[in-house]
């Protein structure tokens, strides 16, 4: 049987001002091996073009979708249908939350979960919404960090490991320069 699908939620993208970091939380959410990259707020082809990019030349991996209501999105995720028929689990990932280490074993395995990250301001129906509101550590820092060790220890430490289907260029781990395997040539 196929493992459960892993999303990220990214709420409030605001298209002049976060498209560095949300480009990055959605490649950190593709590397550490999320199947679905949702965002709300504002659209933003340009970005979804460059992370296609991304999965054309290093590997099918990542899904885009963009979502005009979120919270309607969520609950239809965590009350009826999370894609497949049946409800999903949805993990909040917020300062204020329980340590994700704790959390995590408690967290059922068998169905897809989505992972919630905030942008600028986090509306209180997420935190009531998501059956779990997670912290990666209590301190304020990155969604980017906090996704990427939240996944991590979501596959129990193999996260790194994802094979990407249908890549071109693939790196071969090196000590020195850049070696390189480019399918195309
Ligand atoms: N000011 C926003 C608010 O009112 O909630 C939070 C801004 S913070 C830079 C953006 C996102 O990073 C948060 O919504 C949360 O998803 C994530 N984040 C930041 N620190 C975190 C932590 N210690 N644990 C888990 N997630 C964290």
Redesign the pocket.
């Known amino acids: 049987m196929s493992e459960p699908r892993v999303d990220v939620l990214r709420l409030g993208h605001r298209k002049g001002r976060d498209p560095r970091i949300t480009t990055h939380l959605a490649l950190v959410a593709r590397a550490f091996g999320a199947n679905r990259f949702v965002l709300s707020g504002d659209k933003d082809q340009e970005m979804f073009d460059n992370l296609k990019s991304v999965d054309e030349r290093f590997g099918r991996g990542l899904e885009c979708q963009h979502v005009s209501s979120p919270i309607g999105w969520l609950r239809k995720f965590v009350e009826n249908d999370a894609g497949d028929g049946l409800p999903g689990i949805a993990v909040h ?3 204020y ?1 329980e340590q994700f280490r704790e959390a995590i074993p408690e967290i059922p395995k068998d169905r897809p979960i989505v992972i919630v ?6 509306p209180s129906e997420v935190f009531k919404l998501c059956q779990y509101n997670v ?9 980017v960090a ?1 996704l990427g060790l939240f996944l991590d220890s979501w596959f129990s430490g193999e996260s790194l490991n994802r094979k990407f289907e249908n890549a071109r260029l693939i790196i071969e781990p090196s000590a020195s320069g850049k070696k390189v395997l480019d399918l195309d040539k």
């Open positions: 990932l917020t300062m939350g990250v905030g942008g600028s301001k986090v912290s990666v550590g209590n301190q304020p820092h990155s969604e906090a």
